[in-house]
């Protein structure tokens, strides 16, 4: 007959195996970019100045890469982080930057990053073409820069190691994430403390800002939701109107109509 301490160590055994095995995850492959040259859509986002929280969002499509911008549809409003602007791209510039973005400033990323998945609180949209989260009561973007998660949507009960003290709560924010899109900004790599979960949006109001993200009107996003294709490689273009028009040319951006 085996003895009861011996049948405690082998469930104690079984026990921790399960543990390690859960938390224990495979590396997931660093996320490849693909760089805005082959990119056939733009969200474009410009704003007055590196101050200003409210701004215009354009959209644009072109038929090839060698192709001309042509404007899509009407312009409309959108809010943005409560500081304004802050350089959040490594394109090379004709002025040194000011305003750098850091985790927790309140600035919306200034520069261009890709458009790559959407969230929201219902069944995905038959028209929508991105990857489509629905968020669940422990989904969450992490914000905690020690964290191995930072700047990544997770289930935490499903990612096995639950190692940040802070995240968003994303199904509990509504109507802002009622509906949403990431924006991979600080995403090629993941760099510690230089910002995350920057999103595309539903806004509280015309007059509220966000803490880093761009909102728009639901209308509008639901817009963006028929509108991208995950096989064009849309990007945002986020920029003053000033550098927009500076950088026009050398970056290949879309003419302000």
Known sequence: MIEMKTISAILLALVSLVTASAQDKTPEAAAVKVPFAKSLQSVVVTTKDWDATTGTA??????????DWKMVGESFPVVIGRSGLAW???LPRQTPATKIKREGDGSAPAGIFPLTATFG?????????????????????????????????VNR???????????????????????????AYNSFPVVKE??????????KDAATST???TAMERRNLERLFGWLVAAKNPYLIQLTEDDHNNYRKSWKLPKLK
Not at 58 to 67: F, G
Not at 122 to 147: G, I, N
Not at 161 to 181: R, V
């Open 194 to 203: 230089n910002g995350s979960c920057v999103f595309l949006h539903i806004w």
């Open 88 to 90: 959040g791209d490594e």
């Open 121 to 153: 609180k219902s069944s995905k949209p038959e028209a929508l073409e991105l990857p489509y989260t629905k968020l669940a009561e422990f989904t969450e973007c992490v914000d905690d820069a020690r964290s191995s998660f930072y700047n990544r949507i």
């Open 211 to 213: 803490e880093g993200c």
């Open 58 to 67: 354009r959209l644009y499509e072109r038929k090839n890469v060698s192709a």
């Open 157 to 183: 009960m499903q990612v096995g190691n639950f190692d940040w003290k802070s995240s968003e709560k994303m199904a509990a924010i509504t109507p802002e994430y009622d509906l949403g899109i990431f924006v």
